[in-house]
């Protein structure tokens, strides 16, 4: 079994950084790609950013390109979450995800089958 856990949320004023980092433990982790998402109270999980974990291809939605980098250490099992010139928008619970399947996709909820508990990521305006 594999656990994620999400550390380095909390309050940042409009324009600041936060980085968020997710460690797994658990059973020999080697998963295919490695995403974080974010929600929202009554809305659905969005897609924030994957990196595939051998070749460290990166996606982005569309909201945090230029803003947020994926990054991910392949010997520690650590994925990370660099966010710069925040905006209030960006408050959400973030959590990560893994994928060790092989199911197409890596912007959605679907193909993922592990999950963090999530940071909450409040920005002030």
């Known amino acids: 079994q594999v656990q994620l856990v999400e550390s380095g949320g909390g309050l940042v004023q409009e324009g600041g950084s936060l980085r968020l980092s997710c460690a797994a433990s658990g059973r020999t982790f080697s998963p295919i790609a490695m995403g974080w998402f974010r929600q929202v109270p009554g809305k659905e999980r969005e897609f924030v950013a994957a990196i595939t974990w051998n070749g460290g291809s990166t996606y982005y939605g569309d909201d945090v390109k230029g803003r947020f980098t994926i990054s991910r250490d392949y010997a520690k099992n650590t994925l990370a979450l660099q966010m710069n010139s925040l905006k209030p928008d960006d408050t959400a619970v973030y959590s990560c995800?893994?994928?060790?399947?092989?199911?197409?996709?890596?912007?959605?909820?679907?193909?993922?089958?592990?999950w963090g508990q999530g940071t909450q990521v409040t920005v002030s305006s």
């Open positions: 995800a893994a994928k060790t399947k092989l199911i197409v996709g890596l912007t959605t909820t679907h193909p993922y089958d592990y």
